[in-house]
């Protein structure tokens, strides 16, 4: 009975690791708080373009005051798309934008506008990029995001929505069957 019981703990183990580590659905949600550490996501840098980590009632934040600012977010496949949905708030009209890296030069980027509504409250917008074109279609499962703005803007949350075909076992032999 014991070892059942060892058994299925070990399958149940094995397949979990499994699951998180190819993430056959074809989804990753990585929600972020700013302030908070994270295992998939670095924090921002350069330093001296941020205010340290602020709050206001439940929202930690950082200022950005120059760009571009950098951060990372890492994922165990690699993937076609990402809807972030970006938790700001700003005080002034400002241009910002939100972009990820295409090229292995330090500043290829495509940047995507995010719409700024200049009311000083938290608000939230989602930016849809296109991953299939970042590093020219290597295949990379960290990727590289920037932040670009004219004026400061206060940053508290980044909810990355990472999405792809799910794995099936038909996708997976295809690597292994002859071609006609």
């Not at 005080?91 to 506008?113: I, K, M």
Request: charged share 25%; proline share 4%.
């Amino acid at each position: 009975m014991t070892r059942k019981i060892c058994w299925t703990i070990n399958v149940i183990i094995i397949l979990t690791l499994v699951w998180l580590n190819f993430v056959p659905s074809g989804v990753l949600v990585i929600d972020h708080q700013i302030g908070e550490r994270s295992a998939n996501v670095t924090d921002f840098r350069p330093g001296e373009k941020l205010i340290a980590f602020q709050k206001d009632g439940d929202q930690t934040f950082h200022t950005l005051t120059g760009s571009p600012i950098f951060f990372h977010i890492r994922t165990p496949r690699q993937f076609q798309k990402l809807d972030a949905e970006i938790t700001y708030r700003a005080f002034e009209s400002a241009a910002v934008e939100f972009g990820e890296q295409t090229g292995e030069e330090l500043y290829e980027f495509v940047y995507e506008d995010l719409e700024i509504i200049p009311d000083g409250k938290w608000h939230t917008t989602t930016v849809s990029l296109d991953l299939g074109r970042m590093y020219y279609h290597k295949d990379t499962k960290r990727y590289q995001f920037s932040f670009i703005t004219n004026k400061n803007v206060d940053i508290s949350a980044i909810k990355s929505t990472f999405t792809k075909p799910p794995i099936t076992i038909n996708k997976a032999l295809d690597k292994y069957r002859p071609s006609s």
